[in-house]
């Protein structure tokens, strides 16, 4: 059996999950993502008044001021938000947010006395945006919300026609100067680490460590190169019409997708097909298809 022969039979092996299957899958992620969030924030970033944004930064500087625990607060803000946003966003909004945004709170309740492992505000704010990181990374991946200040940009965007990006962004400045007013400077310097952490584990959990390349050949000899790839590479390919800027003739480009570890072999492949042709070779963050992992 040929290799095309195994990808067809393996595809149509394949079947993909049921809906009770998808949901339970999500709510499992959810749970994981949700726990791992609240030990992170109790261990690291309480104890070092370390608010790095959103809700839960929001949590830490009142418990900072007035002495209220964090899960209150959390609470207090996430349940009006919820309910704002079922108002205005519907009912397939609530279906997403409503237990991570009454489960998080919980968590961080129920382990409120867990001991910090350090007292270096560094770590802490490394360690826990690791663990912030991860935690709503499995909730993403879940296609699930923790809710939070969240909510909150996704409404400024749909009213105010503010980026959501940088609705966000606005959001979490917000409580990082807050800190720095409130508990220290130094504590704002900590939160922003902290929250660059906790965006690179967002990425690293979403696509993981493998990364693709994808490369955008320009030839002469299409069908040469094509033949290549198809059958000593294994990889398929994708024709684009292209045209010269300077000449405005028409250029055959193939776009191939491949691993790491093959793109030695694919430049290789391409040199001594068309000694002449232009490759372009870049990373891509995530591929999902035939002969690539499906998330």
């Known amino acids: 059996m040929s290799k095309q022969d195994v990808h067809k039979e393996n595809r149509r092996l394949r079947k993909p999950p049921g809906p009770k299957t998808e949901a339970a899958l999500s709510v499992a992620l959810l749970l994981i993502g949700a726990f791992l969030i609240a030990i992170s924030f ?18 830490i500087l009142v418990n900072h001021v007035w002495g209220i625990p964090p899960a209150y607060t ?5 349940v ?8 205005l966003l519907g009912k397939r909004f609530a279906l997403k ?9 919980l968590f961080v309740l129920l382990t409120s006395d867990w001991s910090p492992p350090t007292n270096n505000a560094m770590l802490a704010s490394i360690y826990g945006g690791i663990g912030v990181g991860a935690g709503l990374g499995l909730v993403f991946r879940g296609r699930a919300s923790t809710g939070g200040l969240d909510l909150a940009a996704q409404l400024l965007h749909r009213f105010t026609g503010v980026r959501l990006g940088l609705a966000v962004a606005c959001f ?8 720095g007013i409130l508990i220290a400077p130094e504590n704002a310097l900590y939160a922003l680490v902290g929250l660059f952490v906790t965006s690179k584990t967002i990425d690293f959990v979403q696509t993981g460590l493998a990364t693709s390349k994808v490369a955008f050949v320009i030839t002469d000899r299409p069908e040469e190169i ?5 059958h000593d590479l294994d990889r398929g390919l994708t024709k684009l019409d292209g045209h010269g800027g300077y000449t405005g003739e028409a250029r055959n480009v193939l776009m191939v997708v491949v691993g790491q570890g093959e793109v030695s072999k694919l430049k290789g492949l391409v040199k001594a097909a068309d000694p002449d042709a232009f490759v372009i070779i870049s990373d891509t963050a995530e591929v999902l298809g035939e002969g690539f992992q499906l998330a």
Request: proline share 6%; net charge negative.
């Open 42 to 59: 109790n261990m690291f970033l309480v104890p070092l008044g370390i608010a790095s944004g959103g809700v839960s930064g929001i949590s």
């Open 74 to 78: 959390q609470w207090a803000l996430n």
């Open 80 to 87: 009006p938000l919820f309910l704002l946003g079922l108002w």
């Open 97 to 105: 947010t409503a237990l991570g945004s009454f489960i998080l709170p």
């Open 172 to 179: 979490d400045g917000f409580v990082i100067a807050a800190a």
């Open 226 to 230: 094509t033949q290549v790839v198809l």
